[in-house]
């Protein structure tokens, strides 16, 4: 059984029919890449499988568990991270911090612990801290654990939120858009980073992206979206010669 | 000196509460216009406990304040649940309900003319010692997992979801905690006065917290705290000027909101590292030479 | 139940509903809960106690100036209060505790003028009640709820047949989108604080008459609040049938249970109503985009 199945999955918005029955295989060490023109649904496929909201029908296994109707914060805690399209990193928190709190609702003191300097929370902060660093490390940016996320500049942002992602420890990482807003040199870097960390950590990766060298140099099989439904599947190659995947971006040929 | 200690113990009294709200809307966003209705509680119960059925005073503050928080609870049930819009219009309802009840059971409390006979327990030395302690507690909370999760979800509700953060859970510890904290200052309050009305808990009462939390920086503990010291003693200085203290109250905190809106101190708070910064900072600046770097 | 409750309630609920709407205005927006408006309500119906009625004027000159004084205090609130922070897109603790500040500031100066002392309207009519059949109707009753649905009629037929009603609709649905399409959004929330201020202006008349006038009158605007909840914050249509419900079942509540325990049962209706239906009665789940 793959670590991620989504299974014929359906969800409309009033007339909208954002996604008409999309399905994946996930692997763990895979990178699927989601692709396809603004408004094919491909963000609200992720918003299905984070549980933002349940799908109209369909259902979504993650390592064996149907997490269809559960809660977001518990189908994170079951092993799903998530980046945003538009960076949504915690005002009013430092970069430590903002990552910390992806380990916290897993940090294991209670409230006495909230109130008091018990020895539990001293263990348990500095096994988040820990991890925090360790995950910072791998995205580059074990130096600026202070500073505060909107100093910091639009590459580094992401890399962070990256960093957070990873600290949910997730068996499954959702990568809306990384790649949006970045220079041709961020880009790749943050392409070498998505390779190493998927053959590092080996999780399976869902990578949504409007940059086609980005997701067809790194993707394992690619997911072709349009007006909510799926048009292609296969690998890069494959896709890249498929005619009605060129009609969708390209117009069709008069 | 009389007048110097009563108004010293009623400002540490205050200060608690702050603390309290300090953690709901400073922390958490929430806004609570029922929070006084939590220190009648706390007030009423403890001295019911006492007076009525002869209660040694500790349990019968720890019980005061263990029926808040169960009443805490039934309330923030659906108060965590609902947008943060509905949290303050609710709260106030509540207020209002239980000015009401305390009002109504007259045989119990008094009535509208209020509960008297009450001993006079709390000294300056408890008020300030409980204060002290519940500034520590909350900054200690700030600073934990609690705190960060807090901070998370006042900003983004869907990334801290997608963080695995409960919510839902997390706001209703912070409910519960600033409730406890109010709950306990009611009861300062009732053995210091000797006597309480349904009157004096009313929604302006939870407004004056937020606006002290507010006046001093919403982000920074440090500055709540001196916010409420400022303005929960400003218009007992005033008591001169008579009506016109809410107003001067009033156009002070209009300045804040339009030309400093971070509070006093912003996110700024009194630790070891940024005193020695300030300090740093301070002695670069007297001495005229560039000994900034050694600040950092 | 008797009609005659029933009626009472209405009157009541009637100016539930002005008070409702004004804040709901309000709400609609600029998102946030104006706390400001009881004690615009209260300072709004002083002034026009000291203008007019106190020397002699009639109703409707009353209701006028107390009218274009609650509009003028809401055009002023809205300039110190809300004007920057709405300019700097501030987060919602900056209007919630301006909002509360211009309250405090609102009741102070009310306070200074007047102490705590209690006022009367004179008696603006000549025959107290009015015999219908069988039912004894209180005259002022019966005014309040005709003005107060003709003010509601009227606010109605703006918001959704005028050109001003249509560029408050576009700037409370995105005020940023609004401004690009030529809108002048600062003009459009000053007028919406106008409308606002008009209605408390005249729900602080009416309550006025019905309770007497007094320092602290605006926290009735509590029932407002709890109107425009079951209602669905924001929606104007729900706030008035929210108000009319609220009045009518407090009325009810009060014959059958006195005036304490009526509060309290209608509070523990309302977090009933927002747990079994959250979003009120005409709210729609708004659903925070991703």
């Known amino acids: 059984m793959a670590l991620l199945e989504v299974n014929h999955i359906y969800k409309s918005f009033g007339g909208v029919k954002a996604i008409q029955d999309f399905s994946i295989q996930a692997n763990a060490g895979e990178i699927h890449g989601i692709i396809g023109p603004n408004g094919a649904g491909k963000t609200t496929i ?119 992602a990873l600290m949910c420890e997730p068996k499954v990482l959702l990568l809306d858009e990384p790649a949006a807003g970045l220079n041709p040199t961020e880009v790749g870097e943050l392409t070498e980073l998505i390779r190493r960390i998927s053959k590092e950590i080996g999780f399976a990766i869902l990578l949504i992206e409007h940059r086609l060298e980005l997701v067809m140099s790194i993707s394992h099989i690619i997911h072709v979206q349009n007006f909510g439904k799926t048009i292609a599947v296969g690998t890069p190659a494959e896709v890249q010669h498929n005619p009605e995947v060129i009609e969708a971006y390209l117009g069709k040929e008069e | 000196m009389a007048l110097l200690t009563n108004v010293l113990t009623q400002v540490f009294i205050t200060l608690i509460s702050v603390a309290g709200v300090y953690v709901l809307t400073g922390l958490t966003g929430m806004f609570s216009l029922g929070q006084a209705a939590f220190m009648a509680i706390g007030s009423y119960a403890s001295g019911i406990f006492v007076v009525k059925l002869g209660m040694p005073l500790v349990p019968a503050i720890i019980l005061a304040v263990l ?109 519960l905690l600033s409730v406890a904290l109010t709950a306990y200052s009611g009861c300062l309050y009732a053995f210091y006065m000797t006597y309480v009305d349904p009157n004096g808990f009313d929604w302006k009462k939870s407004a004056d917290w937020v606006i002290m939390v507010f006046f001093g920086g919403v982000n920074s503990l440090t500055g709540s705290t001196l916010g409420a010291f400022i303005l929960s003693a400003l218009p007992q200085v005033l008591r001169g000027l008579q009506n016109y203290r809410y107003v001067i109250y009033a156009v002070l905190v209009l300045l804040i909101i339009n030309f400093k809106p971070s509070g006093l101190l912003g996110e700024w708070e009194l630790t070891p590292r940024n005193i020695k910064r300030t300090w740093n900072g301070l002695r670069a600046k007297l001495s005229g030479k560039a000994g900034k770097k050694e600040g950092h | 139940m008797s009609l005659q409750i029933l009626l009472n309630g209405l009157a009541t609920g009637s100016i539930y509903a002005l008070i409702a709407t004004g804040f709901a205005l309000i709400f609609n927006v600029l998102k946030f809960s104006n706390f400001s408006h009881g004690a615009t309500m209260t300072a709004a119906a002083f002034a026009a106690y000291f203008l007019v009625s106190a020397n002699g004027a009639g ?223 005409a709210g729609s789940n708004v659903q925070e985009k991703a």
């Open chain 1, 46 to 164: 992720f918003n299905v499988i984070s549980g933002v909201y349940p799908a109209d029908q369909g259902t979504v296994v993650l390592d064996g568990k149907d997490i269809t109707k559960m809660e977001q914060y518990k189908i994170t805690r079951l092993g799903l991270g998530r980046t945003f399209q538009n960076i949504r990193l915690f005002k009013g928190l430092t970069v430590e911090e903002n990552v910390m709190c992806a380990f916290d609702p897993q940090s294991k003191y209670t409230v006495l612990g909230g109130l008091l300097p018990t020895p539990k929370r001293f263990a348990e902060e500095k096994r988040g801290r820990e991890l925090c660093r360790k995950y910072l490390q791998v995205v580059g940016m074990q130096d600026y654990l202070n500073e505060r996320p909107e100093n910091l500049s639009y590459g580094m942002q992401r890399r962070i939120e990256i960093a957070r």
């Open chain 2, 67 to 175: 029926l808040a928080v169960v009443v805490g609870y039934l309330i923030g049930y659906p108060v965590v649940r609902l947008r943060r819009d509905y949290i303050s219009l609710v709260t106030l309802g509540f207020g209002e309900a239980i000015a009401a009840l305390l009002t109504r059971m007259t045989s119990l409390t008094g009535g509208a003319s209020g509960f008297t006979g009450i001993p006079r327990r709390t000294t300056l030395a408890i008020a300030a010692v409980s204060a002290i302690l519940a500034v520590a507690l909350v900054a200690f909370f700030k600073s934990s997992k609690y705190g960060r999760q807090c901070i998370a979800l006042r900003g983004d509700e869907l990334a801290a979801k997608a963080m695995g953060i409960n919510v839902i859970r997390v706001k209703m510890t912070a409910f």
């Open chain 3, 59 to 281: 109703l409707a000159a009353t209701l006028a100036v107390a009218g274009i004084a609650g509009a003028a205090i809401a055009l002023f609130g809205e300039f110190v209060g809300f004007r920057r922070i709405t300019l700097n897109h501030s987060s919602s603790t900056y209007f919630f505790v301006s909002s509360i500040t211009l309250g405090t500031l609102y009741e102070g100066l009310v306070t200074v003028k007047v102490g705590s002392n209690f006022y009367n309207f004179p008696r603006f009519f000549t025959n107290p009640t009015i015999n219908l059949g069988d039912f004894v109707i209180s005259t002022s009753d019966i005014m309040m709820f005709t003005i107060s649905m003709v003010a509601l009629i009227i606010l109605a037929y703006v918001i959704q047949k005028t050109r001003l009603g249509r560029a408050l609709r576009a700037v409370s649905f995105d005020r940023d989108t609004a401004q690009l399409m030529g809108i002048d959004s600062t003009r459009i929330i000053q007028l919406t604080f106008v409308i606002s201020g008009v209605l408390a202006g005249i729900a602080g008349v009416f309550l006025g008459i019905k309770y007497t006038l007094y320092p602290t009158l605006g926290s009735l605007v509590v029932k407002g609040f709890i109107a425009s909840v079951i209602g669905g914050l924001g929606s104007l249509t729900g706030a008035v049938i929210g108000a009319v419900l609220l009045g009518v079942v407090e009325t009810i509540l009060l014959s059958v249970l006195g005036s304490g325990y009526s509060t309290i049962a209608t509070f523990a209706i309302m977090l009933v109503f927002l747990l079994l239906r959250p979003q009120g009665i």
